[in-house]
């Protein structure tokens, strides 16, 4: 019996270490001491035991982390507990709260919260060594607690808990604003069809405008209308101006212009002048013209409103949608670190150069810093063609790319392709994938549809939903590595 104890005692030390719930401490040692051969203990003998020895590994944990915080660290996080906002709650209550729906002010207002849970500190650095399933543990108790009864515990596990809370509301806050990033690019992106569907409705009212605003320039430059009188008139000035000065030497001096036309002079000067006001007279007609159009940018989106029609593409109409959202997203994209989850990079590669010219008015180089060109073969033809102007070879169109560049960030989170440090449903799969343990459901169910993979055929074959063991596959689809899905039936299943 002693040995049998001695045996379940070092399995639940081990495990306490990754397991907080004494049920799971006492079944993995059962199985060890049963395959050792040794009598079980008795109930209360285990259940005494796995108090006892979660009891002494959580207290380590509550110390180590205690050690890790300097004094000012210890002073904010307990500060939460007291210290109350506008609403006039406690800050502790702050951490807990949940993203609202994907609006601009929820949106700006999250991105203010990561700023806000990001300056309490690097619960990473601090968290250091300790599962992630103690982590979750610790601040599940301290997310059930309210401040009065946080503020019973004793100071090093209050402080543990508190740091374990902190750590998962900065990775809350990253999963909740990237989600509402993807949101809001998706409800801007269906503003803008429906902005193109209506576009095709209004298409009648806006070519007309655009065909009388043609006519009237036209009837200011046909022969019968003012600027062919006026270039007439002014045609008819410059030929006497030139009768006046007759073959006067172009180099000649200021004294010989004077001494060769005398009296003319002056009277040569006033009929250039007049000439030049002829002609600026011909230009100002079509410049009145053209303003009694309205305002240029107004002129400009029109124009673009029906070559979207038109070119039955909506990519050009994005920008307009997004211009509200676009400091917040840049300041998202900047805060946020984010890697690819393979070699393919084009996309970040092409937010770092929109992030670097996000201050150019109207066009960006289509090159980087080191010459190379900016690579955008990842966006559909359409965009493509939107971001390029015939009139600016070797040019972005500034909005047009930063909408392209959102819209295809967007879409390589949500499938996984874009990951985000210190995040939980948008970490790396490729780092979490031999880990199962520190997956979220969204990063597991990518991982396995990629990994099984099941044909068309079978998916028609299958009449209803089975378990997940029912696929036989390997957990990261490499030879290499002994993991294996979650929940898998066959040699080396581990429920």
Same mark, same amino acid.
């Given at each position: 019996?002693?040995?049998?104890?001695?045996?379940?005692?070092?399995?639940?030390?081990?495990?306490?270490?990754?397991?907080?719930?004494?049920?799971?401490? =006492?079944? =993995?040692?059962?199985?060890?001491?049963?395959?050792?051969?040794?009598?079980? /203990?008795?109930?209360?003998?285990?259940?005494?035991?796995?108090?006892?020895?979660?009891?002494?590994?959580?207290?380590?944990?509550?110390?180590?982390?205690?050690?890790?915080?300097?004094?000012?660290?210890?002073? $904010?996080?307990?500060?939460?507990?007291?210290? +109350?906002?506008?609403?006039?709650?406690?800050?502790?209550?702050?951490? +807990?709260?949940?993203?609202?729906?994907?609006?601009?002010?929820?949106?700006?207002?999250?991105?203010?919260?990561?700023?806000?849970?990001?300056?309490?500190?690097?619960?990473?650095?601090?968290?250091?060594?300790?599962?992630?399933?103690?982590?979750?543990?610790?601040?599940?108790?301290?997310?059930?607690?309210?401040?009065?009864?946080?503020?019973?515990?004793?100071?090093?596990?209050?402080?543990?808990?508190?740091?374990?809370?902190?750590?998962?509301?900065?990775?809350?806050?990253?999963?909740?604003?990237?989600?509402?990033?993807?949101?809001?690019?998706?409800?801007?992106?269906?503003?803008?069809?429906?902005?193109?569907?209506?576009?095709?409705?209004?298409?009648?009212?806006?070519?007309?405008?655009?065909?009388?605003?043609?006519?009237?320039?036209?009837?200011?430059?046909?022969?019968?209308?003012?600027?062919?009188?006026?270039?007439?008139?002014?045609?008819?000035?410059?030929?006497?101006?030139?009768?006046?000065?007759?073959?006067?030497?172009?180099?000649?001096?200021?004294?010989?212009?004077?001494?060769?036309?005398?009296?003319?002079?002056?009277?040569?000067?006033?009929?250039?002048?007049?000439?030049?006001?002829?002609?600026?007279?011909?230009?100002?007609?079509?410049?009145?013209?053209?303003?009694?159009?309205?305002?240029?940018?107004?002129?400009?989106?029109?124009?673009?409103?029906?070559?979207?029609?038109?070119?039955?593409?909506?990519?050009?109409?994005?920008?307009?949608?997004?211009? +509200?959202?676009?400091?917040?997203?840049?300041?998202?994209?900047?805060?946020?670190?984010?890697?690819?989850?393979?070699?393919?990079?084009?996309?970040?590669?092409?937010?770092?150069?929109? $992030?670097?010219? +996000?201050?150019?008015?109207?066009?960006? /180089?289509?090159?980087?810093?080191?010459?190379?060109?900016?690579? =955008?073969?990842?966006?559909?033809?359409?965009?493509?063609?939107?971001? $390029?102007?015939?009139?600016? /070879?070797?040019?972005?169109?500034?909005?047009?790319?930063?909408?392209?560049?959102?819209?295809?960030?967007?879409?390589?989170?949500?499938?996984?392709?874009?990951?985000?440090?210190?995040?939980?449903?948008?970490?790396?799969?490729?780092?979490? $994938?031999?880990?199962?343990?520190?997956?979220?459901?969204?990063?597991?169910?990518?991982?396995?549809?990629?990994?099984?993979?099941?044909?068309?055929?079978?998916?028609?074959?299958?009449?209803?939903?089975?378990?997940?063991?029912?696929?036989?596959?390997?957990?990261?689809?490499?030879?290499?590595?002994?993991?294996?899905?979650?929940?898998?039936?066959?040699?080396?299943?581990?429920?």
């Amino acid at each position: 019996m002693a040995k049998a104890r001695k045996i379940a005692e070092a399995v639940m030390r081990n495990e306490a270490m990754s397991k907080n719930r004494p049920a799971d401490l =006492i079944n =993995i040692a059962l199985e060890k001491v049963v395959e050792a051969g040794l009598e079980l /203990p008795g109930s209360t003998t285990l259940d005494a035991l796995a108090a006892k020895v979660r009891t002494e590994v959580n207290a380590s944990i509550c110390v180590g982390t205690y050690d890790q915080l300097s004094k000012a660290h210890r002073e $904010r996080l307990l500060a939460l507990l007291s210290d +109350k906002d506008a609403s006039v709650t406690t800050k502790y209550n702050k951490l +807990k709260q949940s993203a609202k729906a994907p609006t601009w002010s929820h949106f700006r207002s999250q991105a203010e919260h990561l700023g806000w849970v990001d300056e309490l500190g690097e619960t990473g650095v601090w968290l250091d060594g300790v599962a992630s399933g103690k982590i979750t543990d610790f601040a599940r108790e301290a997310d059930a607690a309210d401040a009065p009864g946080l503020r019973d515990y004793k100071l090093m596990k209050r402080l543990a808990l508190l740091v374990c809370l902190v750590h998962k509301a900065r990775m809350r806050a990253r999963d909740e604003l990237t989600t509402m990033f993807y949101k809001r690019i998706a409800l801007q992106v269906k503003r803008a069809k429906a902005e193109l569907e209506s576009i095709r409705e209004q298409q009648q009212a806006i070519v007309e405008a655009l065909i009388a605003n043609y006519r009237t320039v036209l009837q200011h430059i046909d022969a019968d209308g003012p600027v062919q009188a006026a270039r007439e008139k002014a045609a008819a000035l410059t030929a006497e101006i030139l009768a006046a000065v007759g073959e006067l030497d172009q180099d000649a001096e200021a004294g010989a212009v004077a001494a060769r036309l005398g009296s003319g002079l002056a009277l040569a000067l006033h009929t250039m002048a007049k000439a030049l006001r002829v002609q600026a007279g011909a230009l100002g007609v079509h410049a009145a013209a053209v303003d009694g159009f309205g305002v240029f940018e107004g002129r400009y989106e029109r124009v673009e409103k029906v070559a979207a029609h038109h070119g039955n593409y909506w990519e050009v109409l994005l920008y307009g949608h997004l211009l +509200k959202d676009r400091a917040t997203m840049y300041d998202l994209t900047s805060r946020l670190e984010l890697t690819t989850t393979s070699e393919d990079s084009r996309v970040l590669d092409a937010l770092a150069h929109a $992030r670097r010219y +996000k201050t150019s008015r109207d066009y960006i /180089p289509e090159r980087h810093e080191d010459g190379h060109p900016v690579d =955008i073969s990842f966006a559909t033809l359409n965009w493509q063609k939107a971001v $390029r102007d015939k009139n600016r /070879p070797g040019a972005f169109v500034r909005k047009h790319f930063e909408a392209m560049v959102f819209a295809a960030l967007a879409e390589e989170l949500r499938t996984g392709d874009v990951a985000m440090t210190g995040s939980e449903e948008y970490a790396d799969l490729e780092v979490s $994938r031999c880990f199962p343990g520190r997956m979220s459901w969204r990063s597991w169910t990518i991982t396995w549809w990629r990994s099984a993979s099941p044909s068309p055929a079978t998916m028609r074959r299958t009449t209803r939903w089975r378990s997940v063991g029912s696929w036989r596959t390997t957990h990261c689809g490499r030879r290499e590595c002994g993991c294996r899905v979650p929940g898998q039936r066959g040699p080396g299943h581990r429920p």
